[in-house]
């Protein structure tokens, strides 16, 4: 009884905080509940040292995630939030969880969310001059096209930090042979373009480490791109993937998925399609106009290159109807479901003016054992509407969908054990 008081009270007071205009404890209290997160944690800046000592001036960004009842760590937002520091003289905090160092002493850092206070981080503000780079760690030899992650830390005083505002180096003969992508810590990620070997260097301030060699491999043979001929609308999007086949042991090949690390490029037809190198949507190609282009993606000397096709919709009101998955569709008893979508036209497209709404459409199935046992379970309407979902028995199913204006498609399900 007195947990429910308690329970009530708490609920209330967030309930009249909200009515006197700040809603923030309620929602973050319903966001708590929702997640069945128990307890929170405060996390800290991405190190490669075991803890966190910082100089006068340096700000780092902390992070916050929770702990659910069944021992699931679970990333918040740790914007808006109420972030503490024991003592303000030595460090201060705002509301997005972004520390800066003010004096030399112990800090120790909290959040609150929803009436759940995090356990206390403690770091140290130690103002202390770097004295050396220490060897740069990482990989003596990497693969062409496949990014690897090197890092540096120094001597402050009598500790070894993290670096802070980092430069990273190539020597001035490699600016061909690699790219660099430096993190927001001390970190940076190299990807080797041509064969041969770089030198990086690391550089705070007049402080350099010693170069650190890396061999860049020649086992990349091959550039691919699929799918290699394709036919889109205007304005209209297909994303294309770009596979390297690198050489293994003993007459083996490895192919390894390396679209996020080409430029691709439109080389002709630019007026018809454009391609995107965006980190959310690189490969990706948008229709501008009918016509041919040619899409290029290249790491390095190495390039390959398809021609596509950019086509007036005229699929957009076609009875012919086309599911986004390949038949059959495999689903595992106990395993996954399955959500099918169908588009007009010939082949299957997302693009606003050929997808259609699967509760516009009719669903139907028939399956191998032809009685009352089904094979699968299929949601025929509502927002579930062509859900498929495996039942405890093997075997096969034909899923229908049709559209009442016209036009029909079916496609097959195979239920396995594993």
């Known amino acids: 009884m007195n947990q429910l008081r308690a329970v009530v009270a708490t609920l209330l007071a967030l309930f009249f905080a909200g009515c006197e205009g700040d809603a923030r404890p309620f929602e973050e209290a319903v966001e708590i509940r929702e997640a069945s997160i128990i307890a929170l944690d405060v996390v800290p800046p991405p190190m490669s040292v075991d803890s966190l000592i910082m100089n006068i001036g340096q700000s780092v960004q902390f992070s916050v995630q929770g702990r659910t009842a069944d021992g699931q760590n679970q990333a918040l937002s740790a914007g808006d939030r109420q972030w503490q520091v024991d003592n303000p003289a030595f460090a201060s905090i705002d509301r997005n969880g972004m520390l800066r160092a003010l004096a030399d002493g112990p800090v120790s850092v909290t959040v609150s969310i ?7 981080y403690v770091l140290s503000v130690q103002n202390e001059i770097l004295s050396a780079i220490n060897d740069i760690e990482g990989q003596d030899i990497i693969e062409r096209c496949r990014p690897a992650e090197y890092l540096a830390t120094g001597v402050y005083g009598d500790s070894i930090r993290d670096l802070s505002g980092v430069t990273w180096t190539l020597a001035e003969s490699d600016a061909n042979r690699a790219s660099l992508n430096a993190g927001a810590d001390s970190r940076v990620s190299v990807t080797g373009l041509e064969t041969g070997t770089v030198q990086l260097t690391a550089t705070v301030g007049s402080i350099s480490s010693l170069p650190k060699s890396i061999e ?8 691919q791109i699929r799918p290699e001929s394709a036919t889109i609308s205007v304005d209209d999007v297909q994303n294309f993937i770009a596979t390297g086949v690198y050489a293994g042991d003993e007459l083996t ?3 390894i998925d390396i679209s996020d690390v080409v430029q691709w490029r439109i080389v002709t037809g630019a007026e018809f399609a454009s391609v995107s190198n965006d980190a959310d949507a690189r490969g990706q190609v948008t229709g501008l106009s009918s016509g041919s282009a040619t899409l290029s993606a290249s790491c390095g000397n190495l390039s390959q290159s398809v021609v596509l096709t950019v086509a007036e919709d005229n699929d957009a009101s076609s009875s012919t109807l086309s599911f986004e998955q390949d038949s059959p569709v495999t689903l595992f008893i106990g395993g996954a479901e399955v959500i099918l979508r169908v588009s007009t036209g010939t082949t299957f497209s997302s693009s606003s003016s050929r997808l259609l709404d699967n509760d516009d ?14 094979v699968i379970l299929l949601d025929t309407d509502g927002v579930n509407a062509g859900r498929i979902r495996p039942s405890i028995l093997t075997g096969t199913a034909t899923v ?10 079916s496609i097959s399900v195979r239920v396995t054990s594993n």
């Open 114 to 120: 929803g009436g759940l206070e995090s356990a206390p």
């Open 216 to 223: 860049i491999s020649d086992t990349l043979t091959e550039l």
């Open 253 to 255: 090949t490895r192919n």
């Open 361 to 374: 459409l009719q669903w139907s199935y028939t399956d191998s054992r032809n009685n009352n046992d089904q």
């Open 400 to 409: 229908t969908a049709t559209r009442p204006s016209g036009g029909s498609v």
